[in-house]
């Protein structure tokens, strides 16, 4: 009888336990894919907003604000800026020969100063030979 008993309160106890475990293993499997259907619920909004908003764009407007960043309306009058701003090969050589310092960039600039006033100087001269032939 004592056999009897202990191998029935063993079976309980065996039986218990796979309750216990099987109950456990749905209650963690259970919240495992609810947080997980959780998460790829708002992964999927994300991406059907972000979808939505592609979907939004218009290819020719952002094409014309393209261009007109990379070809501004007034394009030629800042090329003629350059241009009027830009420094002849004799001022850069110039400008290349002066050294940091008060005093030699005073005495560099009066250079500077003193070639284009004969730049100027020689131009006029030009135009006169030329009118005299």
């Known amino acids: ?41 708002k992964a999927l909004e994300v991406y059907t907003a972000a979808y939505q908003n592609i979907q939004k764009i218009d290819e020719e407007e952002d094409l014309e604000v393209f261009r007109h960043s990379v070809y501004p309306q007034d394009y030629s009058s800042r090329l003629d800026i350059v241009r009027a701003n830009s420094k002849s090969p004799l001022q850069r050589s110039l400008s290349a020969k002066c050294v940091s310092g008060t005093e030699q960039v005073l005495t560099c600039r009066l250079r500077k100063d003193q070639q284009t006033e004969d730049d100027d100087e020689e131009g006029e001269d030009l135009d006169v030979t030329e009118e005299e032939n």
Do not use: C, V, Y
């Not at 056999?3 to 499997?29: C, G, P, S, V, Y």
């Open 1 to 41: 009888m004592d056999a009897t008993r202990t191998t029935r309160h063993l079976e309980e106890t065996i039986d218990n336990f796979e309750k216990q475990k099987i109950k456990d293993i749905k209650t963690i499997f259970s919240e495992f894919i609810t947080i997980e259907m959780l998460f790829h619920g």
